[in-house]
């Protein structure tokens, strides 16, 4: 398997909730906009006044797929984990072991789903795209993330969900 080069980073705090990730998403994978369609869900904190974009983050030693009681989750060439809907029996254990919560049930299968990066697309992933603007979902090369710039994004999640 090839390492992967890229990675998306998501920076809630410039996250507006617009949605317009979501339904390009739903677009390119379903050409239909329905954000139920979208591997990547807006979780809205109210009380923090924060929008944070989830996206599965291809765990590299992904709880996903050693839960999965069909072997239905896979590690695709590129790095992102995802979905054999020709194997999947919708029974969610991916979700409920997701450390992020990233799987999402397909409305109308009930198989689950999760970002593949659009790794058919040469223009890379819809949801960048659609949130030029803002600038919450990036792509940066692998190699560009330092154990530092790791850390970092870290402590910003501890900020949003701080331990008791």
Do not use: F
Request: contains cysteine; hydrophobic residues 35%; aromatic residues 2%.
């Amino acid at each position: 398997m090839e390492k992967r080069r890229e990675q998306l980073l998501i920076d809630s705090k410039k996250c507006t909730g617009c949605a317009r990730c979501t339904i390009a998403c739903a677009m390119k994978h379903y050409n239909m906009i329905n954000p139920q369609l979208s591997r990547v869900r807006i979780l809205r904190l109210e009380s923090q006044a924060l929008n944070v974009p989830i996206i599965c983050m291809a765990c590299e030693k992904a709880p996903c797929i050693k839960v999965c009681p069909m072997n239905a989750r896979v590690r695709q060439a590129n790095g992102t984990v995802v979905t054999d809907t020709d194997v999947c029996i919708g029974c969610r254990a991916c979700v409920n072991i997701c450390p992020v919560g990233s799987p999402a049930a397909n409305p109308y299968t009930g198989q689950t789903m999760t970002c593949d990066m659009c790794q058919d697309d040469e223009a890379g992933p819809w949801c960048v795209a659609a949130c030029n603007r803002e600038g919450a979902l990036t792509m940066a090369k692998s190699d560009a993330l330092t154990r530092v710039t790791l850390r970092e994004r870290a402590g910003r999640a501890r900020a949003i969900y701080p331990s008791k």
